[in-house]
């Protein structure tokens, strides 16, 4: 065997390619061989940097191209909010633009409401004397003020405990179920007869008129007003 003298291979004294796969023994190189930005873009192969291959924190936001983070890429329950321990989300970070559609459905649970009749569809809906739910009737004073949504997706038989009860926020609808408030995106939405929910347009002479919200592409804002009125539908809006 030929000994090298005492000095080192520098590297322009290796040609072009005259290392390639297995001349280098698997775990020979560490961290400590490379030098300050030797590894760049189109330097790892695809999936040879596997999870646990990145010690933990070492990776952080500005190691982090933008838009690189990408729907599948976060593990369920991977970020955490300010009720957990460590949270990883800051205050006020989240904006109402940040969210996907029907990502958040602002509605009170089940509090024990009984449906007095069967509510189907989007329905607004009132609370009886008797304590019960009820659809809520612009045209009856027995049936009005309406208190809530009742989505599509609660609709429940007579008799049945109201899960689902849509007080404020944004409520999508399936199509068809806004029939009466399509293309009104923008404009104020009212309590119409059984339990409908209609614009302006639709409240009749004699009607009581009550704010339940605005109209959005795709559903309804909910932000219900319990001031009823009648005969001046334009102090409503």
């Known amino acids: ?14 040609g072009s390619g005259s290392i390639g796969s297995g001349h280098i023994t698997s775990g020979t190189i560490g961290k400590a061989h490379m030098a300050s930005g030797a590894v760049g873009s189109g330097s790892v192969g695809d999936a040879s940097v596997t999870s646990g291959s990145i010690a933990s924190g070492s990776v952080s936001k500005d190691h982090l191209s933008s838009c690189s983070v990408a729907s599948g890429h976060i593990a369920s329950g991977a970020v955490k909010g300010g ?6 989300i800051a205050s006020g970070s ?19 409401f009984v449906s007095e009749e069967t509510i189907s569809g989007f329905a607004s809906v009132c609370l009886t004397s008797g304590g019960f739910l009820a659809l809520a009737m612009a045209g009856s004073g027995l049936r009005m003020p309406a208190i809530g949504i009742v989505p599509a997706q609660a609709n429940v038989l007579s008799g049945s405990t ?29 309590v119409g007869s059984g339990g409908r929910v209609i614009a302006s347009g639709g409240i009749v002479s004699g009607q009581l008129a009550q704010k339940l919200g605005m109209a959005v592409s795709g559903g309804m804002y909910v932000n219900v007003i319990f001031r009823v009125l009648s005969g001046n ?5």
């Open 1 to 14: 065997m030929i000994a090298l003298p005492g000095w080192k291979i520098g590297f322009d004294q290796i």
């Open 233 to 237: 539908i334009d102090s409503a809006k």
């Open 94 to 112: 989240i904006d109402k633009y940040d969210m996907g559609s029907g990502a958040i459905v602002p509605a009170v649970g089940s509090l024990g």
């Open 162 to 190: 109201v899960t689902q009860l849509v007080t404020a926020g944004l409520v999508g609808v399936t199509s068809g179920l806004d029939a009466t408030w399509s293309g009104q995106a923008g404009n104020s939405l009212f």
């Open 83 to 88: 009720v957990s321990s460590g949270p990883n």
